[in-house]
T-cell receptor, first 113, second 111 residues
Framework: QKEVEQNSGPLSVPEGAIASLNCTYS??????FFWYRQYSGKSPELIMF????GDKEDGRFTAQLNKASQYVSLLIRDSQPSDSATYLC?????????????FGSGTRLQVQP | NAGVTQTPKFQVLKTGQSMTLQCAQD?????MYWYRQDPGMGLRLIYY???????DKGEVPNGYNVSRLNKREFSLRLESAAPSQTSVYFC??????????FGEGSWLTVV
């Protein structure tokens, strides 16, 4: 079982709609959760991170975390064609042997004009 | 305003050849990382260095070696390249794990 699971997509939404991206993780020791956006041929860039259960909002983006269900999601409101990219979920464990992020394989989002 | 700089950006190798990917950061970060990215596999950690003088294996270290030359530089070496090492390689650095900065990537093809 992969440590961080994401649906590869593509997830297709119309412009202006809400895009919902989901991620599950297997390590209950995971403490920090991150969403990265990656355009084709480019490097990942951080959108936001979340540590605590509940919601965290930043502009059009909302991250949601449910540690009991080992589930983290990213909502993108008022989706724009420029949001079309691959979204990577990443987790950080408290395990001292894991000092880097573990990434999921990403979900490709397509926003249709 | 360079951030994390990787060289080369593109490279084609023959099976069995060796090469070194160079990475340098100008943000005075302690931690540096090498990831590889393959289609459908996401980013997988090859090696990381928590501080100057230390290196640790990640998820997929076989076939690679690293050197943390100083605080700025972290190189990745392929001693005998194999087609399975065809990938996009990303170097990254951070001071805290919630602020990881990635380089632009190095596209490596082994034929």
């Amino acid at each position: 079982q992969k440590e961080v699971e994401q649906n590869s997509g593509p997830l297709s939404v119309p412009e202006g709609a809400i895009a919902s991206l989901n991620c599950t993780y297997s390590d209950r020791g995971s403490q920090s959760f991150f969403w990265y956006r990656q355009y084709s041929g480019k490097s990942p860039e951080l959108i936001m991170f979340i540590y605590s259960n509940g919601d965290k909002e930043d502009g059009r983006f909302t991250a949601q975390l449910n540690k009991a269900s080992q589930y983290v999601s990213l909502l993108i409101r008022d989706s724009q064609p420029s949001d079309s990219a691959t979204y990577l979920c990443a987790v950080k464990s408290l395990d001292t042997g894991r000092r880097a992020l573990t990434f999921g394989s990403g979900t490709r989002l397509q926003v249709q004009p | 305003n360079a951030g994390v700089t990787q060289t080369p950006k593109f490279q084609v190798l023959k099976t069995g050849q060796s090469m070194t990917l160079q990475c340098a950061q100008d943000m005075n970060h302690n931690s540096m990382y090498w990831y590889r990215q393959d289609p459908g596999m996401g980013l997988r950690l090859i090696y990381y260095s928590a501080s100057e003088g230390t290196t640790d294996k990640g998820e997929v270290p076989n076939g690679y070696n690293v050197s943390r030359l100083n605080k700025r530089e972290f190189s990745l070496r392929l001693e005998s390249a194999a087609p399975s090492q065809t990938s996009v390689y990303f170097c990254a650095s951070s001071e805290r794990v919630n602020t990881i900065y990635f380089g632009e990537g190095s596209w490596l093809t082994v034929v």
